[in-house]
C-alpha cells in the first residue's frame, strides 16, 4: 500500500502538462503533407488542362513544326534556349499522349513550392511555411500557368534557389566564397538560360536588399563578423554578389553571347520576349493603367486584404526598426524589397506589348510569391 501525502500530491499536480504526442512539434511530421500539397492541387490543373493558342505555338516552335499554322519563322531564336530543350527532350522519351505536353510545367511547379516551403521555413518558421504553402498550392495563378508548355515555374525555381543560396551564405558563413553561394550562383546561371531577363531580376533585388549591409540575416557566425569592421563587412556581402553574379554568367551568359554574335536585334529580342504568332486574335496591344490594378486584384483575389494589410505593417517596421527583432526586421526587409521589386518588374512588362503570356506569367509568379 502507498501512502501519498498531500504535499506530494501538490506538487504532481503542478507539473506542467505534457504533449501527448510529442513528436507533432517535429517540423519534419508535416513532410509528407507538404509534398501532398506540391502535388496534389495540380493534378485538377494537369489533368483538365486546355491549351490556349500560344502555349501550342511555342510546342510546335519547339518541335520545329511551326509550318503547320503558317509561321515559318524561328521566334524563339532569341528566347531562353533551356525551357525548349528539356521540353523536347522529354516528349521524344514518354512520347505524345494525353496530358503529356504539362507535364514538365506541373513537376516543374511542384519543385518549385517544395522549394519555397524550404525558404519560408528558413524565413519564418515551420508552421507559418506550412500555410504559406497550403495558401500557394491552391492560388488560381499557381494552378493556371500549369497549363502552360512554356513552364514559368521553372525559372522561378531556380530564382529561388539563387535567393536562398545567397541568403544561406550571407547567414552561416564568415568568408566571400562557400558552396552554398556556389550553388545559388549555379543557380542563376540554370535562371539565365530559362527566365533570361529574371536572373536580373533577382541579381537587381539582391542589390537592394545589401544596400545596408550591417542589417542582414545573421546565423552561427555571428560572433565572427561582429569581430570584422564595418567595412570590411559591406566588402564581404558585395563581393559575395559580384561572385554570384560572375558565377552566374560563367555558367548561363555563354549562350547569350553567343547567340549575339550570329542573330541581328538579339538584345531586344531576348529582353521582350518571343512576341506572339500571327494566328493571335486576342492580344492586348495597348497599356492602361486600370489593367495594372485589375490585374493585381483578380491574381491575389481573396488574399488582397492579407497581401495589403502585411505590406503595410512589413514596411512600418522595416522603416522604424527600434525596439524590435533586428533578426526577423532582416528577414521582413527581404520580404517587403522582394514584393515592391516584383510588382515593379511585373508592372514594367506591362508597357511591352509583344511580351508573350508565358513571360507575364514568371513576373506575376514571381510577384505573388512573397
Known amino acids: 500500500m502507498v501512502i501519498i501525502s498531500d504535499q506530494e500530491l501538490l506538487q504532481r499536480s503542478a507539473e506542467p502538462a505534457h504533449d501527448l504526442f510529442p513528436v507533432m512539434r517535429r517540423a519534419s511530421v508535416m513532410s509528407p503533407l507538404v509534398a501532398l500539397l506540391a502535388l496534389g492541387p495540380g493534378l485538377l490543373a494537369f489533368h483538365s488542362y486546355r491549351i490556349d493558342e ?18 515559318s519563322g524561328n521566334a524563339l531564336i532569341s528566347q531562353p534556349p533551356l525551357v525548349g530543350w528539356i521540353f523536347s527532350g522529354l516528349l521524344s522519351i514518354i512520347g505524345h499522349w494525353s496530358s503529356s505536353l504539362v507535364l514538365f510545367s506541373y513537376f516543374s511547379t511542384a519543385a518549385m513550392l ?10 519564418c518558421n515551420p508552421r507559418y511555411a506550412l500555410v504559406y504553402c497550403f495558401l500557394l498550392a491552391f492560388h488560381p495563378v499557381v494552378l493556371k500557368q500549369i497549363q502552360l508548355i512554356e513552364a514559368p515555374a521553372f525559372p522561378i525555381l531556380f530564382a529561388l534557389l539563387t535567393i536562398w543560396g545567397f541568403i544561406t551564405h550571407l547567414q552561416s558563413e564568415s568568408g566571400v566564397v562557400s558552396y552554398k553561394l556556389l550553388c545559388g550562383g549555379i543557380s542563376l546561371g540554370l535562371c539565365l538560360l530559362s527566365g533570361g531577363v529574371l536572373a536580373l531580376g533577382v541579381l537587381l533585388m539582391l542589390g537592394v536588399f545589401i544596400i545596408n549591409p550591417l542589417y542582414l540575416p545573421r546565423g552561427r557566425s555571428l560572433a565572427d563578423q561582429q569581430k570584422m569592421p564595418g567595412v570590411k563587412q559591406v566588402l564581404r556581402v558585395w563581393k559575395s554578389l559580384l561572385v554570384l553574379a560572375f558565377t552566374g554568367f560563367a555558367v548561363g551568359g555563354w549562350w547569350e553571347l553567343m547567340a549575339a554574335s550570329q542573330i541581328e536585334g ?22 492602361y493603367p486600370s489593367y495594372l490594378a485589375r490585374d493585381i486584384i483578380s491574381s491575389m483575389g481573396f ?12 514596411i512600418k517596421r522595416v522603416l522604424n526598426p527600434q525596439g524590435g527583432n533586428l533578426q526577423e526586421i532582416a528577414w521582413l526587409r527581404l520580404v517587403v524589397i522582394w514584393a515592391l521589386c516584383g510588382a515593379l518588374f511585373w508592372w514594367g512588362v506591362q508597357y511591352l506589348p509583344q511580351m508573350n503570356t508565358s513571360t507575364r506569367a514568371m513576373w506575376k509568379l514571381f510577384f505573388i510569391i512573397p
Do not use: M
Request: charged share 10%.
Open 54 to 71: 500560344l502555349s501550342a505555338w511555342f510546342g510546335l516552335q519547339c518541335l520545329g513544326k511551326s509550318h503547320l499554322l503558317g509561321d
Open 114 to 123: 517544395y522549394v519555397a516551403y524550404r525558404l519560408t521555413r528558413k524565413v
Open 266 to 287: 538579339f538584345w531586344s529580342n531576348w529582353f521582350a520576349g518571343t512576341g506572339q504568332p500571327t494566328i493571335s486574335f486576342y492580344w492586348k496591344a495597348e497599356f
Open 303 to 314: 488574399l488582397l486584404g492579407f497581401a495589403i494589410f502585411g505590406l503595410f505593417h512589413g
